[in-house]
């Protein structure tokens, strides 16, 4: 979607459009839906999450200012959503790592056919198994991080934000999200290690 379209969109949200809300979910759904997937680790919170985003965006569309994209937007209401479901979870002993359902990246990916298109040869059954185990333990090693680790994480080495994009959407200096992305590199290698995976 160009500026233009963007900008158009935004007109009709605020004009309280429901198919210009229908057209916001069905393009940036999948996005948000795995963004909070990757945060949450849970999938049915994640639909819950991913849902509130978009009506909490309508809702609100007015203190919209345009001076960020609309996706990024998108992004810091569900960043700003999932804190508050961590911090609301952590209140109640809520252990994300003992609550952790395996859910492969091969599912978070939009290519449904996990990979590959379809007529191409999909991977051997031994190869098929080591690499649905490589990516549970990836997951199960990211569901350990920090919650603030995890989010610069996601967003800069799975999502591919720029650091312009990520300081936006957090309100973290620019610095502060390098040396917290750092850090929570070498956190989600040591929690690989331990999972029994191999960084080499």
Same mark, same amino acid.
């Given at each position: 979607?160009?500026?233009?379209?963007?900008?158009?969109?935004?007109?009709?949200?605020?004009?309280?459009?429901?198919?210009?809300?229908?057209?916001? @979910?069905?393009?940036?759904?999948?996005?948000?839906?795995?963004?909070?997937?990757?945060?949450?680790?849970?999938?049915?919170?994640?639909?819950?999450?991913?849902?509130? &985003?978009?009506? =909490?965006?309508?809702?609100?569309?007015?203190?919209?200012?345009? $001076?960020?994209?609309?996706?990024?937007?998108?992004?810091?209401?569900?960043?700003?959503?999932?804190?508050?479901? $961590?911090?609301?979870?952590?209140?109640?002993?809520?252990?994300?790592?003992?609550?952790?359902?395996? @859910?492969?990246?091969? &599912?978070?990916?939009?290519?449904? $056919?996990?990979?590959?298109?379809?007529?191409?040869?999909?991977?051997?059954?031994?190869?098929?198994?080591?690499?649905?185990?490589?990516?549970?333990?990836?997951? +199960?090693?990211? $569901?350990?991080?920090?919650?603030?680790? +995890?989010?610069?994480?996601?967003?800069?080495?799975?999502?591919?934000?720029?650091?312009?994009?990520?300081?936006?959407? &957090?309100?973290?200096?620019?610095?502060? @999200?390098?040396?917290?992305?750092?850090?929570?590199?070498?956190?989600?290698?040591?929690?690989?290690?331990?999972?029994?995976?191999? &960084? =080499?």
């Amino acid at each position: 979607m160009n500026l233009l379209e963007e900008n158009q969109l935004v007109a009709r949200l605020r004009k309280r459009d429901d198919r210009a809300f229908s057209e916001m @979910v069905l393009r940036h759904q999948g996005v948000i839906y795995n963004l909070c997937l990757r945060l949450s680790r849970s999938p049915a919170e994640a639909e819950d999450l991913a849902q509130d &985003t978009f009506v =909490r965006c309508f809702l609100s569309i007015g203190e919209f200012r345009g $001076a960020s994209r609309l996706s990024t937007w998108l992004y810091r209401i569900a960043i700003n959503l999932s804190r508050n479901r $961590a911090k609301y979870l952590e209140r109640r002993r809520y252990d994300a790592a003992d609550r952790f359902e395996d @859910v492969p990246e091969a &599912t978070l990916r939009d290519n449904a $056919a996990a990979g590959h298109s379809m007529g191409e040869p999909g991977p051997l059954p031994d190869e098929a198994m080591a690499g649905l185990e490589t990516e549970r333990r990836v997951q +199960r090693s990211l $569901a350990r991080l920090e919650p603030d680790a +995890r989010e610069v994480l996601v967003l800069r080495d799975i999502e591919g934000l720029s650091y312009a994009e990520i300081v936006d959407i &957090t309100g973290l200096a620019e610095g502060t @999200v390098k040396s917290r992305l750092h850090r929570a590199r070498v956190a989600l290698k040591a929690a690989f290690e331990a999972e029994g995976g191999s &960084t =080499r």
